[in-house]
Nanobody, 126 residues
Framework: QVQLVESGGGLAQAGGSLRLSCAAS????????MGWFRQAPGKEREFVAA????????YYADSVKGRFTISRAGAKDTVYLQMNSLKPEDTAVYYC???????????????????WGQGTQVTVSS
């Protein structure tokens, strides 16, 4: 069992930045590819970013490419999502996810998460 706890959400102005964190516990962090998803009101949950077990490769949705950066700190069992140049359309609940099915150095999307966090709200005002 893996527990994922997100933090760092909140209110930002358009053009601003936020950094989300996801702390993992309960199992070996390095055994999981990690990802971020988001769900806006009235919309389906969508993929945002992913990072391999080794942190050697990252993947992004086209809508966030060049603005968001995913990273992981193995020593802290934490994955981050640095969000820059925020837009109102980035407003959503952001979820952290862990996927044990992917190989160490590459990911064939989509992620198929075994575990999800509870989500953290991000609101971007215009």
């Amino acid at each position: 069992q893996v527990q994922l706890v997100e933090s760092g959400g909140g209110l930002a102005q358009a053009g601003g930045s936020l950094r989300l964190s996801c702390a993992a516990s309960g199992h070996t962090f390095r055994n999981y590819a990690m990802g971020w998803f988001r769900q806006a009101p009235g919309k389906e949950r969508e993929f945002v970013a992913a990072i391999t077990r080794s942190a050697s490769s990252t993947y992004y949705a086209d809508s966030v490419k060049g603005r968001f950066t995913i990273s992981r700190a193995g020593a802290k069992d934490t994955v981050y999502l640095q969000m820059n140049s925020l837009k109102p359309e980035d407003t959503a609940v952001y979820y952290c996810a862990a996927d044990s099915s992917k190989s160490t150095y590459s990911i064939s999307l989509p992620l198929v998460p075994d575990y999800w966090g509870q989500g953290t709200q991000v609101t971007v005002s215009s």
